[in-house]
């Protein structure tokens, strides 16, 4: 596997016939490496799902140019606002006059508060999205986030489950494709990564989080993409069982000199 020492991107991966994988990856000191994956629907209304990293926007842009005319971008879908899912959004709505922004009503709250154009916000809601371009997108909550307002979706169509940060690894190196980590990396970098990202977990039962996998299970989907993860194919059940083995044995459930409790006794010390 590759290292890095600063963030770069790669080649674009096909998913499916429509769906390809923008690939970037990030070094974290100390901790290893975390892909930035954005996510293209190459179709007559092509959607984009989230931006990447402001910091690789030339080549970011120059790779989807490589793949779509920008003036026909019709959708970019934000799975939520950290920065490295909207790094190059402000340039893809100059460059993509007839895109529209597809989150949901607290995403586009914090869209508001950053100072962009809500104007040419969709909402996800309740109701849904378009179709777009044939593909029936059914907004869903990932099972764990850093932001409350995180939408993924599963594509009817093509069987694709988007996981948003939920998934994600920190690892060794860069890496294409899940065969080429191993087992325990990858349990190591769920449990880890998942410790950042949402170290609420921490509060949740295992049983409660094991029936939030069940569900996954039970979509049944044909290829899970992730923020922060390589494309897995070939069933889920495998990295719901390794999530769930990683929260089991990782640092999610472990201390958290943070919390109220360690504070409570600290100072009844």
């Known amino acids: 596997m590759v290292t890095l020492n600063a963030p770069e991107m790669f080649d674009s991966q096909a998913i499916t016939k429509d769906w390809k994988m923008l690939s970037s990856w990030m070094p974290v000191p100390e901790l290893g490496v975390l892909p930035v994956n954005s996510f293209l629907l190459k179709a007559r209304e092509a959607l984009l799902v989230d931006t990447g990293l402001g910091i690789l926007g030339v080549d970011f842009l120059k790779r989807l140019e490589g793949e779509i005319d920008l003036p026909d971008l019709k959708w970019i879908w934000l799975s939520h606002m950290d920065a490295d899912h909207v790094g190059n959004l402000q340039a893809l709505l100059d460059a993509a006059p007839n895109a529209r922004v597809l989150t949901n009503f607290l995403g586009m709250g914090k869209l508001n508060l950053a100072g962009f154009d809500v ?18 997108l059914i907004p869903v909550r990932p099972p764990y986030y850093d932001a409350p307002e995180t939408m993924g979706f599963f594509d009817r169509n093509d069987g694709v489950f988007f996981a948003g940060d939920s998934f994600g690894a920190l690892l060794p190196g860069v890496a294409h494709d899940l065969a080429g980590i191993a087992k325990s990396d990858l349990q190591e970098g769920l449990a880890l990564w998942s410790s ?15 029936r939030t996998l069940a569900a996954i299970d039970r979509l049944d989907p044909a290829v899970m993409i992730s923020s922060h993860l390589p494309i897995v194919r070939n069933g889920i059940s495998d990295m719901t069982a390794a999530l769930s083995n990683a929260y089991r044995s990782g640092p999610v459930g472990g201390f958290d000199p943070f919390s109220v409790d360690h504070v409570i006794n600290s100072l009844a010390a």
């Open 119 to 136: 104007s040419r916000v969709t909402l996800i809601d309740q109701t849904g999205v378009p179709e777009i371009a044939g593909h029936n």
């Open 196 to 210: 950042i990202d949402a170290p609420w977990l921490a509060s949740v039962s295992r049983e409660a989080f094991d």
